[in-house]
Each structure stands twice: as structure tokens, then as C-alpha cells.
């Protein structure tokens, strides 16, 4: 059966602008989360989606935001990108107990 | 709060020899654990999770784990251990209610030498 894919793979940004990352669960998982990925930080928790919902959110400001399709993709947007948000950002679909991390997207803030 | 903590950041092990890496974990009712492998720019491949039933689990690759409650631990291990081995491993908790959020702990860095 297909992975999550995450697109893009890699992504160079200016600060100030924005970015949005996709994310398609495997067939049949209604629940997607994105976390995201830096040497200092570790892997932290951004938010989840569930059946188009927002079910949990993390602690990260604003200008991370989010939503989920009906199709159940996945979409994570950073407004006003800063270098601090260069990271690994991951998506994970899950379904009963399971969890299943896509390949990630590496944004570069320049 | 839900915590995970590995107390190791490297583990260096030979080529052959048993490994080991350190999980224990803080969360209110019953836990959900998980190990999971990332391999240089890659994502988190799942190794094995343990939800209930037997305390040994057996994951993929020869690797299994041992939940133990009166410890709170989750070590992972592996009888003998390959070069191929060497990556980064997670240990996670599913945080309680009904969310799908996973609690990371900060990763340990398995080296195995030939």
C-alpha cells in the first residue's frame, strides 16, 4: 500500500514570506499530525487533524497554521517565516494505534 | 505531564555485540509506546510499539523491546548488532485523550563499529 507522502521534499525560503507544506495519509486514515524536527528543539508536536478538525495544537505561535481536506490531506502553512523555523517538518497519519511518518520536508530559511 | 527521556544521547556498540537503548517514560493511565529509527534526512521509520499484552514486544529488523510498569522503562534492544544499525532512534508515548499526538523523547545516537 502507498506511505504518506509529503511534498515538497526540500524547500528554500526567504524570511518574511510564507510557505505551505502538503501532506497525503495512507488510504483510509482520518487522522494526520505534523511535527516538526531541529537539532536544539528535537521533535516537537505542531498539531493534529482529525476528519478535518483540529483536534490538538501545540505550542508554537500563530503563524503556524493548518487544515485537512475531506479527502483527508493535509496542508500546514508558516506565515512570515523566520530563520528559526529551518527545520525537518513531519507528517504522521495514524489509524488505531499506528503511526506512520512520511519522508519530511526540509525547509531552509535564508 | 507526559515525558519521555533517553538518558543516552550515543551509544557506541561493536559490530556483533548486544545493544541497548534506554527509554523510560512518565504518563497517567496506560501507555502507548514506540520506537522508532531515522535514518540522515530520512523520517521516522517504525520499529515497534507496545499497547498491551505480552511485555516483550518483537519488532522489525531483530529488534524487540521490553516494557517494564514498575521501572516506567521501554529499552530496545537487539542480540548482535549490524554497521547497518547505526542511526538515530526515538522513543515516543501516546499523550492520553483522544488525540494522536506523539511525545518524543530527544533521540539516541547508535553507533556500531565494524
Known amino acids: 500500500k502507498a506511505g504518506v507522502t509529503q511534498t515538497p521534499r526540500y524547500l528554500i525560503k526567504t524570511r518574511g514570506q510564507q510557505v505551505t507544506l502538503s501532506c497525503s495519509p495512507i488510504?483510509?486514515?482520518?487522522?494526520v499530525s505534523w511535527y516538526q524536527q531541529t537539532p536544539g528543539q528535537g521533535l516537537q508536536f505542531l498539531f493534529e487533524y482529525f476528519s478535518e478538525t483540529q483536534r490538538n495544537k501545540g505550542n508554537f505561535p500563530g503563524r503556524f497554521s493548518g487544515r485537512q481536506f475531506s479527502n483527508s490531506r493535509s496542508e500546514m502553512n508558516v506565515s512570515t517565516l523566520e530563520l528559526g523555523d529551518s527545520a525537518l517538518y513531519l507528517c504522521?497519519?495514524?489509524?488505531?494505534?499506528?503511526?506512520?511518518f512520511g519522508s519530511g520536508t526540509r525547509l531552509t530559511v535564508v | 505531564a507526559q515525558s519521555v527521556a533517553q538518558p543516552e544521547d550515543q551509544v557506541n556498540v561493536a559490530e556483533g555485540n548486544p545493544l541497548t537503548v534506554k527509554c523510560t517514560y512518565s504518563v497517567s493511565g496506560n501507555p502507548y509506546l514506540f520506537w522508532y529509527v531515522q535514518y540522515p534526512n530520512r523520517g521516522l521509520q517504525f520499529l515497534l510499539k507496545y499497547i498491551t499484552g505480552d511485555n516483550l514486544v518483537k519488532g522489525s529488523y531483530g529488534f524487540e523491546a521490553e516494557f517494564n510498569k514498575s521501572q516506567t522503562s521501554f529499552h530496545l534492544k537487539k542480540p548482535s548488532a549490524l554497521v547497518s544499525d547505526s542511526a538515530l532512534y526515538f522513543c515516543a508515548v501516546r499523550s492520553g485523550g483522544a488525540t494522536n499526538k506523539l511525545i518524543f523523547g530527544t533521540g539516541t545516537l547508535l553507533a556500531v563499529q565494524p
Open positions: 488510504s483510509g486514515h482520518r487522522s
Open positions: 504522521a497519519s495514524s489509524l488505531g494505534g499506528s503511526y506512520t
